[in-house]
């Protein structure tokens, strides 16, 4: 194993890549990057030749550095048998001058070839796990479909109408204070969101999760190793940034959780083969996609509230640990009464850090079109490499990467539209309370 050098970081240590295993595997890198269809795809294929090359290049690099050290470790031993005093007009101190001269040479040529392997490898995207699709996704599982015969649109059902005419969402005002997709979320409509929150976070402690309110800014360093840079319709810029600071409002508790264990060991064993966290916090998406249906009310904002599950799981668990994610967000929306399909996402869809991701998407009768409202990935050992996070193999004592998940627990501004849009009755002019929420708004049972 090779680890090459990478020098701009601040907090974290650097990424240690395995090589040979990257030389390996390089077909299947090559046709990760294809099949994801990056934006510098084509310039990052082209360079995965060379790596075999830069690979043996750094392998005889060492070996002449090496060889150098050693031979000049002799002369300067004889020197001091000899008695020699330094700066003496002598071949042997020539020669080790030579010597210096040489090994600055080589470790100059070292430190290029590494950084340039370095700058390669953080390019990279994760393998792809082999059920992936390419470019469409696959419904594996329906989510309470018994209750639709047929999914129609209904205007009538649209949820930007329903809550301001009911008082619970204020975007007009929200558009003068701090500009296009912001709201306000009023009376009822905040208790709502609140309700979900604690549902959420109760439902997931019950799931062994232990709960946390993490920062809403990280350092640029950690959302990069994050492998934070979702796609956007129109390839807008995904975070805020703090002008000058090296830092940003977080998209997602995703990164300021991975963060806990950052340049730390995991304490993971057979016994305890996954570590669960669920955080709440304010989220912050600078994109928010061209004006438009698409976008309209709550569906995509710039700040919302959100709740996100993350595990550290044994390499040998974390497909189980994936399955068992999904399965609690099934659970999730199935509780709340919702119709959703569960999508087994395509390579295309893919985020760099994503080894096999699941979406799942709800029926909105107002949009007319069904809208993802959450997402769970196995992220392998992507992000851990980037944030130095460990665990000691029990088996060989020795220290390993752990593989990282993460998934959403509740996105509010998506579940509320949903319940808004499924659950209201132009007769009574009501929104129906899913049961399961009742106990969180005050036994109160319709809007």
Avoid at 150 to 159: N, R, T, V
Avoid at 283 to 291: K, L, N, P, T
Avoid at 348 to 369: C, T
Avoid at 374 to 399: A, H, I, M, V, Y
Wanted: hydrophobic letters at 35%; proline letters at 4%; a neutral charge.
């Amino acid at each position: 194993m090779i680890f090459v050098r990478f020098y701009s970081r601040v907090f974290l240590k650097p990424a240690k890549f395995d090589l040979k295993a990257i030389i390996r595997d390089l077909e299947l890198y090559r046709g990760s990057v294809e099949r994801r269809q990056l934006v510098n795809g084509a310039k990052v294929v082209s360079r995965l030749d060379e790596l075999g090359s830069q690979y043996e290049g750094i392998r005889e690099l060492n070996r002449k550095i090496a060889d150098v050290q050693g031979a000049r470790k002799v002369i300067e031993s004889k020197i001091r048998d000899s008695g020699r005093r330094p700066g003496a007009k002598d071949d042997l101190f020539e020669t080790v001058r030579s010597m210096k001269e040489q090994f600055n040479e080589y470790n100059g040529q070292l430190g290029e070839v590494e950084d340039d392997v370095q700058s390669l490898c953080m390019q990279l995207p994760n393998l792809i796990h082999p059920s992936v699709p390419d470019e469409e996704p696959i419904v594996e599982k329906w989510i309470n479909k018994d209750k639709y015969d047929e999914f129609i649109a209904d205007e009538s059902k649209d949820h930007v109408k329903i809550m301001q005419s009911k008082d619970l969402l204020d975007l007009s005002t929200a558009a003068n204070v701090s500009g296009n997709s912001w709201y306000y979320l009023m009376n009822d409509g905040a208790q709502l969101e609140t309700a979900l929150v604690s549902y959420a976070l109760d439902l997931a402690e019950k799931s062994g999760f232990r709960r946390c309110i993490p920062p809403s800014i990280a350092r640029k360093e950690m959302i990069d190793a994050c492998g934070f840079a979702p796609r956007d319709m129109n390839n807008e810029k995904q975070i805020y940034e703090i002008e000058n600071q090296g830092l940003g409002l977080t998209a997602t508790a995703e990164i300021t959780l991975a963060g806990l264990y950052a340049n730390k060991v995991v304490d993971l064993d057979a016994n305890e083969k996954v570590k669960k966290v669920v955080g709440v916090s304010r989220s912050y998406r600078a994109e928010a996609g061209a004006r438009g249906k698409d976008t309209k009310g709550l569906y995509r904002v710039h700040e919302f509230t959100k709740v996100e599950l993350f595990c550290w799981s044994l390499p040998s668990s974390s497909e189980q640990v994936l399955n068992e994610l999904r399965d609690f967000q099934i659970r999730l929306i199935g509780s709340l009464g919702l119709c959703a399909q569960v999508l087994n996402m395509p390579a295309n869809d893919l985020g760099n850090p994503a080894y096999k991701k699941y979406d799942i998407e709800v029926w909105m009768p107002g949009r007319g079109k069904f809208g993802e409202v959450s997402s769970t990935s196995n992220c392998t050992d992507f992000q851990s490499r980037r944030l130095g996070t460990k665990f000691r193999n029990p088996e060989t004592s020795k220290l390993e990467y752990v593989h990282t998940l993460n998934g959403t627990a509740m996105a509010i501004p998506r579940i509320i539209l949903a319940i808004v849009e499924n659950f209201y009755d132009p007769a009574t002019n009501k929104i129906a309370i899913p049961q399961a929420l009742v106990p969180y708004m005050n036994g109160k049972q319709y809007i």
